[in-house]
């Protein structure tokens, strides 16, 4: 994992200056990384897990 280009799985955006941005385990399958930005959250964009396919938020 390139935790260099760590981008919001909603909006694709970049987090590496994003403080509200959050990572956390995908709860679908637990492995992946699920990267959400601050814009994200605020809006409750989806976001869809690339690993099993699970879609949020939750
Ligand atoms: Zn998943």
Redo the contacts with the bound molecule.
């Keep these: 994992m390139d935790k260099k280009a760590n981008k919001c799985a909603s909006t694709g955006i970049e987090i590496t200056n994003d403080k509200g941005s959050v990572i956390f385990d995908?709860?679908?399958?637990?492995?992946?990384k699920?990267i959400r930005s601050y814009n994200a959250r605020q809006t409750s964009a989806q976001y869809v897990?690339?690993?099993?396919?699970?879609v949020g938020p939750n």
């Design positions: 995908c709860p679908g399958c637990g492995k992946h699920v897990c690339s690993e099993c396919g699970f």
